[in-house]
Structure formats: C-alpha cells, structure tokens
T-cell receptor
Framework: DQQVKQNSPSLSVQEGRISILNCDYT??????FLWYKKYPAEGPTFLIS?????DKNEDGRFTVFLNKSAKHLSLHIVPSQPGDSAVYFC?????????????FGTGTRLKVLA | GAGVSQSPSNKVTEKGKDVELRCDPI?????LYWYRQSLGQGLEFLIY????????KSGLPSDRFSAERTGGSVSTLTIQRTQQEDSAVYLC?????????????FGPGTRLTVL
C-alpha cells in the first residue's frame, strides 16, 4: 500500500517555464514533508521541506505547497532550467514515527527542454 | 570534504550467495540509514543506527538481511542466501543527528543484481 504517491512518472517542460511536480499521501499522521532530487548514478540530495503547520515554503526557484485537507503537496520550479532535469522524490514522516522514518514516493522524472 | 561513499558500486551475484555492501558515512555524522530502491518503487527504509543506541531494524524485509555499524562509523549491510527479488539499488545515508532539521546525505548507492 503506497502511502506516498507520485502519479506522474515523467514530466517534460520547456526551459524558462514552470515545472509542477505533484505528490499525494494517504496517512493523516504525516506532518513533515520533503523533496529530494536525484541525478543518474548519484544519491538523492535534499531540496526543500515543509512542516504541516505551514502551507507554503519557498527557497529561491523552488516552492513547496501543502494542502492538508486534500493530502496533497506540490513542488514548483520557476523558471525551470536544463540542470533541473532529474528524478524528484517526495517523502513524508509521521508524528511519533521517529524522524528518520521517511516514506518515499516512486519519483517523477523531470526533463527540462532547452 | 568527502561525502557518503558506498562500495561496491555494482554487484552481480548468483542466487543463494551472500553479499556484503559497505557504507562510509560523512565523518562526525552519528546517524546512519540504509534504504533500497527496487525497480519502479520508492526508497524503502531498511535500518537506522544512531550513536550507541540499539539500531531500528523494523524495515528489514527478512531475517536474511542484517547490518552492523562498527565503531560508530562504517556500516555493512549483509544479505544472506540472496534471492532475485533482492535485486535493487541499496542506498546509505548519514546525518549529524536524527532531528528533522538534520539533512540526510545519501551515497551513490550499490546496484545489486541477483541472477
């Protein structure tokens, strides 16, 4: 049972436009969410996080939005650059689970076209 | 500064053989994690070490899997009597601590193929 779902396995966006990556979750106990980015043959690298007490967190070109009622979060990248082409993983952790127990989605492969 | 390193980068083995995967965390990081990513799946938590505390082994899929961390640094993940379903990328991560503000830094992974 996938508690964290990334329903779009891939996404292509033109350079300079907005990339929107989506993530849905089922566990209402999740209260901390992260996005990781992964290039081929490298480990995932942390991108941005959001706590459930917020609905938005911004870091440069990256913004994460959280809609708790819909159990949905999204990552916006504006403007998209070719170097953003990678696989993006959404992850979540639950209250009382221990901070290390992140549940990851299956990833979305983003391709930014020059 | 060196990041998390893992060896080997690729391992091909025959069904039934034992394998050992190694992780060298970032120096000074007290927390160490093992995950695996099977084809088409997300990262699956396997085991967590924090300092001298007993490890959290709740993610290990069977008793064929074990891990240890010697001297609070290097960790090895051992899979005994490998099965084809064990084929996956095994990722190690480390962090300074285990609070949510402590970013997990991942190694490049070991791709295990069981024939």
């Amino acid at each position: 049972d996938q508690q964290v779902k990334q329903n779009s396995p891939s996404l292509s966006v033109q350079e300079g436009r907005i990339s929107i990556l989506n993530c849905d979750y089922t566990n209402s106990m999740f209260d901390y969410f992260l996005w990781y980015k992964k290039y081929p043959a490298e480990g995932p690298t942390f991108l941005i996080s959001i706590s459930s007490i917020k609905d938005k967190n911004e870091d440069g070109r990256f913004t994460v939005f959280l809609n708790k009622s819909a159990k949905h979060l999204s990552l916006h990248i504006v403007p998209s650059q070719p170097g953003d082409s990678a696989v993006y993983f959404c992850a979540a952790s639950a209250r009382g689970s221990g901070t290390y127990k992140y549940i990851f989605g299956t990833g979305t492969r983003l391709k930014v076209l020059a | 500064g060196a990041g998390v390193s893992q060896s080997p980068s690729n391992k091909v083995t025959e069904k039934g053989k034992d394998v050992e995967l190694r992780c060298d965390p970032i120096s000074g990081h007290t927390a160490l994690y093992w995950y695996r990513q099977s084809l088409g799946q997300g990262l699956e938590f396997l085991i967590y070490f924090q300092g001298n505390s007993a490890p959290d082994k709740s993610g290990l899929p069977s008793d064929r899997f074990s891990a240890e961390r010697t001297g609070g640094s290097v960790s090895t993940l051992t899979i005994q009597r490998t099965q084809q379903e064990d084929s996956a990328v095994y990722l190690c991560a480390s962090s300074l601590g285990s609070t949510r503000s402590n970013e997990q830094f991942f190694g490049p992974g070991t791709r295990l193929t069981v024939l």
